[in-house]
């Protein structure tokens, strides 16, 4: 007896017959992908690499023609010279004291302001933040006169409260914390209010506890910001006590010549405390930059 098999259904004339693209073009795909981000990664480690090999030269083989990538001696004195030559451990203290105060100071500031620009409701609210945001297109050179001017006329010249006080608030900051906070429904706020908690408690008790990854955002950069400012340490402070590593770096740059190798010494050891902070993190701040610009 012959058995007789169904036929298969006959596709409609909507049905797609073209079946999962080959296996060939997407691994070449995926590869041309991640050579290319190899590639470009490498890119941008080479300067990191290069002041790296350089900090174990001696000064007269930094600029050499062709480079040497790998030193002809690696000179490891140089991290122990460099603590004797110049303060380092005090303009390291200095960098990290500014840091994490401003630091600490605009993720306060940024996060508050940012919560009555999205949570509270009050007359000229959106016109107010548009203005504040606005000054961010506004170059840092257009009013350095007058900030000097002010802080001169308060006697805080030469003072780390000059820094202090002149970047403990900042737009951009407000700016990235109100786009995470319009993420965070309003009937969460509204739910606190009928229970009768205060808008104090609401941005300590709700707001605060669901924006760690803005606010470590926020604080990466801020932190990154500060220790890197070169030209306010520059204009405000004198006194060699007062200075930052990145004026401290300043030290190895004579009259009619510069002392290279120490240079790239110092910056190497000036790179590594950002370095580590991003490390720990990254994943906050991924995270926070994402959820920033996605939602809101």
């Known amino acids: 007896m012959t058995t007789l098999r169904e036929a298969p259904p006959a596709a409609g004339p909507g049905a797609s017959q073209a079946g999962p693209p080959p296996r060939g073009p997407r691994i070449f795909r995926r590869t041309l992908a991640y050579v290319s981000l190899v590639a470009v990664t490498l890119l941008v480690l080479l300067p990191l690499g290069w002041m790296v090999t350089s900090s174990l030269k001696r000064n007269n083989e930094v600029f050499t023609i062709p480079i040497e990538w790998i030193p002809r001696e690696f ?34 500031t ?67 914390m109100r786009q995470y906070y319009m ?4 009937e969460l706020c509204q739910a606190a209010r009928i229970d009768g908690l205060s808008e104090y408690g609401i941005y300590r008790r709700i707001i605060l506890p669901l924006s760690k990854p803005a606010l470590a955002s926020l604080a990466l950069l801020t932190f990154v910001s500060t220790w890197n400012d070169y030209m306010g340490p520059f204009i405000y402070l004198t006194s060699n006590e007062l200075w930052t590593v990145q004026l401290g770096l300043r030290s190895f740059v004579g009259q009619y010549q510069a ?15 950002v370095m580590v902070i991003f490390l720990f993190g990254q994943r906050y701040f991924i995270q926070g930059i994402a959820t920033s610009g996605l939602k809101g």
């Open 110 to 176: 940024g996060s508050f302001a940012a919560y009555g620009f999205s949570k509270v409701s009050f007359p000229g609210r959106d016109g107010l933040f548009l203005a504040y945001i606005a000054t961010i297109a506004v170059p840092w050179q257009a009013y350095m006169v007058p900030q000097y001017i002010m802080m001169q006329r308060a006697d805080l010249i030469n003072t780390h409260l000059s820094i202090i006080l002149l970047q403990a608030f900042g737009a951009f900051g407000v700016f990235l």
């Open 75 to 108: 000179r490891w004195s140089n991290y122990v010279e460099i603590w004797e030559q110049i303060p380092m451990a005090t303009y390291l203290g200095n960098s990290l004291y500014l840091s994490v105060v401003i630091t600490f100071l605009q993720v306060l």
């Open 259 to 273: 002392d290279y190798a120490m240079i790239m010494t110092g910056a190497v050891l000036s790179v590594l405390p």
């Open 183 to 186: 993420s965070i429904p309003d």
